[in-house]
């Protein structure tokens, strides 16, 4: 779950890291991404596409400075429990019938809850004070990143009680946009498997839902008995706990490489025997909100920063780690996007671009299939895991200290309210390029933008009252550390909100 603080479990290298990091973050909006190229001309989309690669990057490294505070947050507070407890030890020490004393008092009085932290004792005690500084809190390592502090867990110290619930709000609106752009994907690109006649579809040919797929049965239909399969499927495993494993991930990266290479490959080799039909526009205004969410989609990595930098062996590279991930990401986006508009025509760009290559009769058989199912295995295996995550996080957000739900409450309850919405959308529309687009731009700003903005400011300050004199010495203060950069994302994200909201509304207006 979100909140969880755990060790690091067995390191790797800051090259591994590297490679971890690129594979978290080319995903299922790189298939989204040459459409939305198309749609709002390359020279547009190339501009937008390195300034929102650069804001993604500001914003992780505000998460990596959030972590290092965390974690010197969890050494204060084990220092002031152990402190606690060590005058405790030593005045019932010194009162006769101590024994007594103690065994009625066990450890009561030593945790901090939430209500302490924001504004209690603890919080207004530095830590470090000329007396008491604790020789094992003079390390230069007070702000290693040695345990692993997810988002929630960073939220639930730094932020009140206000802004936690507002941050799993954020996330779990984020996860049912995921989980609706995974049910949608899957069954979209079966259909396509499954209707096609691959021996007479041409590359520059729009595919529409009225069109028939098997006698009176239209390709719409089809998409929507997929859908309920799918659902039927793989729905009943967000009643389980289900966890990916090593071997899962392996698997679906090797997929993943060979499928987006097999993309590339073939639309270079399309462009360099003159068989190009793209003449994509230099740039067009309309395309550009869409464009907005689909690449602030696929630069979506800060949610789970930590359980990827944390095992990094060499915690001085994150820097070159973060920096190196999104430079390959940017390159190999603009490879996808840019030879992918200038080798089809734009209208017929499909929301998945795997879907193009099922209508491009030069590519082997064998290839054009592999690449329409590949959505469906590899969105498959994750679409369970995200609809766990999604649960638990709709269980945080309802559940009380001290409280308990009914067996039918959270074992029914809250898996069908993971699962159903998401499907209900993907039932109303399959539309993934306007799916990512608005998950993107709503609750992906606000995981991406808002959170790591305020975790940034947070953290500083709550540092600053724990420990007077040492939030400037972590090793891992972002770059960007005036809190004008914070204030600039906050305001871009605010900005581009509003931009989307208006041209969604002026769309609508003229349909």
């Given at each position: 779950?979100a909140?969880?603080?755990?060790?690091?479990?067995?390191?790797?290298?800051?090259?591994?890291?590297?490679?971890?990091?690129?594979?978290?973050?080319?995903?299922?909006?790189?298939?989204?991404?040459?459409?939305?190229?198309?749609?709002?001309?390359?020279?547009?989309?190339?501009?937008?596409?390195?300034?929102?690669?650069?804001?993604?990057?500001?914003?992780?490294?505000?998460?990596?400075?959030?972590?290092?505070?965390?974690?010197?947050?969890?050494?204060?507070?084990?220092?002031?429990?152990?402190?606690?407890?060590?005058?405790?030890d030593?005045?019932?020490?010194?009162?006769?019938?101590?024994?007594?004393?103690?065994?009625?008092?066990?450890?009561?009085?030593?945790?901090?809850?939430?209500?302490?932290?924001?504004?209690?004792?603890?919080?207004r005690?530095?830590?470090?004070?000329?007396?008491?500084?604790?020789?094992?809190?003079?390390?230069?390592?007070?702000?290693?990143?040695?345990?692993r502090?997810?988002?929630?867990?960073?939220a639930?110290?730094?932020?009140?009680?206000?802004?936690?619930?507002?941050?799993?709000?954020?996330?779990?609106?984020?996860?049912y946009?995921?989980?609706?752009?995974?049910?949608a994907?899957?069954?979209?690109?079966?259909?396509?498997?499954?209707?096609?006649?691959?021996?007479?579809?041409?590359?520059?040919?729009?595919?529409?839902?009225?069109?028939?797929?098997?006698?009176?049965?239209?390709?719409?239909?089809?998409?929507?008995?997929?859908?309920?399969?799918?659902?039927?499927?793989l729905?009943?495993?967000?009643?389980?706990?289900v966890?990916?494993?090593?071997?899962?991930?392996?698997?679906?990266?090797?997929?993943?490489?060979?499928?987006?290479?097999?993309?590339?490959?073939?639309?270079?080799?399309?462009?360099?025997?003159?068989?190009?039909?793209?003449?994509?526009?230099?740039?067009?205004?309309?395309?550009?909100?869409?464009?907005?969410?689909?690449?602030?989609?696929?630069?979506?990595?800060?949610?789970?920063?930590?359980?990827?930098?944390?095992?990094?062996?060499?915690?001085?590279?994150?820097?070159?780690?973060?920096?190196?991930?999104y430079?390959?990401?940017?390159?190999?986006?603009?490879l996808?996007?840019?030879?992918?508009?200038?080798?089809?025509?734009?209208?017929?760009?499909?929301?998945?671009?795997?879907?193009?290559?099922?209508?491009?009769?030069?590519?082997?058989?064998?290839?054009r299939?592999?690449?329409?199912?590949?959505?469906?295995?590899?969105?498959?295996?994750?679409?369970?895991?995200?609809?766990?995550?999604?649960?638990?996080?709709?269980?945080?957000?309802?559940?009380?200290?001290?409280?308990t739900?009914?067996?039918?409450?959270?074992?029914?309850?809250?898996?069908?309210?993971?699962?159903?919405p998401?499907?209900?959308?993907?039932?109303?529309?399959?539309?993934?390029?306007?799916?990512?687009?608005?998950?993107?731009?709503?609750?992906?700003?606000?995981?991406?933008?808002?959170?790591?903005?305020?975790?940034?400011?947070?953290?500083?300050?709550?540092?600053?009252?724990?420990?007077?004199?040492?939030?400037?010495?972590?090793?891992?203060?972002?770059?960007?550390?005036?809190?004008?950069?914070?204030?600039?994302?906050?305001?871009?994200?605010?900005?581009?909100?509003?931009?989307?909201t208006?041209?969604?509304?002026?769309?609508?207006?003229?349909r």
């Amino acid at each position: 779950m979100a909140g969880d603080i755990t060790d690091t479990g067995e390191l790797y290298s800051p090259f591994v890291g590297l490679v971890y990091m690129f594979n978290l973050i080319v995903g299922t909006g790189a298939l989204t991404m040459p459409k939305a190229f198309g749609m709002a001309g390359w020279l547009v989309s190339l501009f937008l596409l390195i300034l929102l690669a650069f804001m993604s990057f500001v914003t992780t490294t505000f998460v990596v400075e959030a972590m290092a505070a965390a974690n010197a947050h969890i050494r204060w507070k084990s220092s002031e429990e152990k402190k606690e407890h060590d005058d405790s030890d030593s005045e019932d020490s010194e009162r006769p019938g101590s024994t007594e004393v103690m065994s009625s008092t066990g450890s009561s009085g030593t945790s901090l809850n939430r209500d302490d932290r924001f504004g209690g004792r603890a919080e207004r005690r530095p830590l470090l004070s000329p007396e008491t500084e604790s020789p094992t809190l003079r390390r230069p390592d007070l702000f290693d990143i040695t345990q692993r502090a997810e988002m929630g867990q960073m939220a639930s110290i730094f932020f009140n009680k206000v802004g936690l619930h507002l941050f799993y709000l954020c996330i779990v609106i984020y996860l049912y946009g995921d989980l609706a752009i995974y049910a949608a994907a899957v069954p979209h690109s079966l259909a396509f498997v499954a209707c096609g006649n691959l021996s007479r579809t041409n590359i520059s040919s729009k595919i529409l839902d009225s069109d028939p797929c098997w006698g009176t049965i239209t390709r719409g239909n089809a998409y929507r008995i997929f859908l309920a399969a799918f659902l039927l499927l793989l729905g009943p495993f967000t009643f389980f706990n289900v966890q990916k494993t090593k071997y899962l991930q392996i698997l679906t990266t090797l997929m993943r490489w060979i499928a987006f290479i097999m993309m590339i490959v073939l639309a270079i080799l399309h462009i360099s025997k003159g068989e190009a039909q793209g003449h994509p526009a230099i740039g067009t205004l309309s395309g550009v909100p869409n464009l907005f969410g689909v690449c602030v989609y696929s630069f979506m990595c800060q949610h789970s920063l930590p359980s990827l930098l944390t095992p990094v062996s060499d915690k001085r590279r994150l820097g070159c780690v973060t920096l190196s991930a999104y430079a390959l990401v940017l390159a190999f986006y603009s490879l996808l996007a840019f030879t992918a508009v200038f080798a089809y025509p734009t209208g017929a760009l499909q929301d998945l671009y795997t879907l193009n290559f099922l209508a491009d009769p030069s590519a082997p058989i064998g290839v054009r299939y592999f690449l329409g199912l590949f959505p469906v295995f590899t969105i498959s295996t994750n679409f369970p895991i995200i609809a766990v995550t999604l649960r638990n996080n709709l269980r945080s957000i309802f559940l009380r200290d001290g409280t308990t739900y009914p067996w039918l409450v959270e074992c029914v309850v809250f898996p069908l309210a993971a699962v159903l919405p998401p499907v209900v959308i993907a039932f109303l529309t399959h539309d993934l390029e306007w799916l990512v687009g608005v998950t993107g731009a709503y609750a992906g700003a606000g995981i991406q933008y808002v959170t790591p903005a305020f975790l940034a400011l947070s953290s500083r300050r709550h540092v600053a009252a724990i420990l007077p004199g040492r939030g400037g010495q972590s090793t891992h203060l972002s770059p960007f550390r005036h809190r004008l950069w914070a204030y600039f994302i906050l305001g871009w994200a605010a900005s581009c909100i509003v931009f989307v909201t208006a041209n969604i509304i002026i769309n609508d207006g003229r349909r």
